[in-house]
Every structure is written in C-alpha cells, then in structure tokens.
C-alpha cells in the first residue's frame, strides 16, 4: 500500500472577496509541481461563494466536472439549456466532451454556499456534453458507504465517462467500513468533510485528504463523528 497525506492547511488558498477556495491539487495561480494531480482526479477545490455572488458563464472541453454542494443553493446554467439548482445531498455531473460553457451562482441573497468543484480527466475525448444530478437523500445510509457515482449509467448514482467510483459516508464515533477497491489498478483519494477519522494508523480531521492506492481494500473507522468522501479512480 502507498500512502500520500495532505492536511487541510497545506493546501492552496485563494481568497476573491466573493470566492474563497482551497485547491488540494495546483489551480489557477496555486501550483505546486508534487500536487498536480492523484490518478485522473486534476482538481479538488473547496469554494465557499458569497451571498449572490458566483461564476460568470465560462467555457469547458474534455473534462468530467462534478459538484457536491455541502451548504446552500447553488444556480447552474449551461449551453446545453439547463438551469436547475443543487443544494447540499445534490451531486451534480457535467461531462463537457467536445465544449460546453455554463455558470454557477449562489442562489441565496443572505447566506455563502459551500460547495467541492472535483475535475477528473475523461475516458475517452470529444464526446457529446452531457449534463446529469441526483439527490442522496434516498439513498444515504448511516455508518457505511453508498455510492453516487460510477461509470455506469444503470448503477446507483450519476455516471461519468471515467472508471472511477465515488462514495459518501456519514460515521458516528467509533464506526467503521471497509471499503473495496472497484477495478484493479485504481487508488482511492480520501477527504474528510467533517469530523475525525483514522485509516492505517493515520489520523484525518475536517478538510484532510489522503491519496491511498496499491491495495485491494481500506479501513476507514471515525474517531469522532465524520462525514466522508471517497473518490477511487484510475492511477494512470
């Protein structure tokens, strides 16, 4: 097994007025030659937007761009003739394929929403964009993991053109899972949303992240109350 931790003050602030993010991997002018990218996962921001404030509309090509709100309302609108709204148990999918431009505002004029921004490079390249949400809501689970993303479109989840496979848990103290590896080859990239967990004697708290991969399975048990993201996807 092959580890990587990055604690949630090493990663890279950027701070707009409007937009406050930080970047686990290199983005925008954080860069970082060792943080480029776990596998195929090129981006993980942790935005948090201000009260009406948001992305104007900007262009994308050949990336799988997902979105799990974790506070808030946030306004999506894209090329494609969407405009809907994700709140916090909402993951959304943009597989932008050959071009699609859109925008996201916080939908609130009264409070930020808190939102992951998690960019992963695509299977196959110049497919046609294609646009996807879910609400977990009915099918969260306590003290284990539940999927709600995978490469197949007929599976619990949004779907993405990527063998990769996201799950989410939500741990009361001193709970645990074992989580197995999907498709061999891939690496799991773990953050913490919020609590306490240990995995392999490692101790991760609120906004850690921990890149795992050369192993068949992990053992993820919370040290205090947690809620987690697990991403497995392709190391090369």
């Given at each position: 097994m092959n580890t990587v931790i990055h604690k949630e003050?090493?990663?890279?602030?950027?701070?707009?007025?409007?937009?406050n993010s930080s970047h686990t991997f290199s983005f925008a002018n954080y860069h970082n030659p060792e943080r480029m990218n776990f596998g195929v996962l090129r981006v993980l921001n942790d935005d948090?937007?201000?009260?009406g404030m948001g992305f104007g509309t900007h262009p994308h090509d050949n990336m799988e761009i997902i979105s799990i709100p974790l506070e808030g309302d946030l306004e999506h609108k894209d090329s494609l003739g969407n405009v809907t709204i994700i709140k916090e148990g909402d993951v959304q999918i943009m597989s932008a394929g050959t071009g699609v431009t859109h925008s996201e505002y916080n939908k609130n004029k009264d409070k930020e929403v808190k939102f992951l921004q998690i960019w992963i490079f695509p299977k196959e390249k110049n497919l046609a964009p294609r646009y996807d949400q879910i609400s977990t809501r009915d099918i969260e689970k306590d003290n284990q993991f539940y999927q709600v993303l995978s490469p197949n479109k007929d599976d619990q989840g949004v779907w993405l053109n990527q063998d990769a496979w996201f799950h989410i848990g939500k741990f009361a103290k001193e709970k645990s899972d074992t989580y197995t590896i999907k498709k061999e080859g891939n690496g799991v990239y773990v953050f913490i949303l919020e609590g306490e967990v240990e995995i392999?004697?490692?101790k991760l708290s609120n906004r850690d992240g921990m890149g795992i991969w050369d192993t068949e399975s992990i053992i993820v048990k919370a040290t205090e109350n947690a809620r987690v993201l697990l991403m497995e996807v392709p190391m090369n």
């Open positions: 003050e090493t990663r890279g602030k950027a701070n707009h007025g409007w937009l948090r937007v201000q009260a392999n004697d490692a």
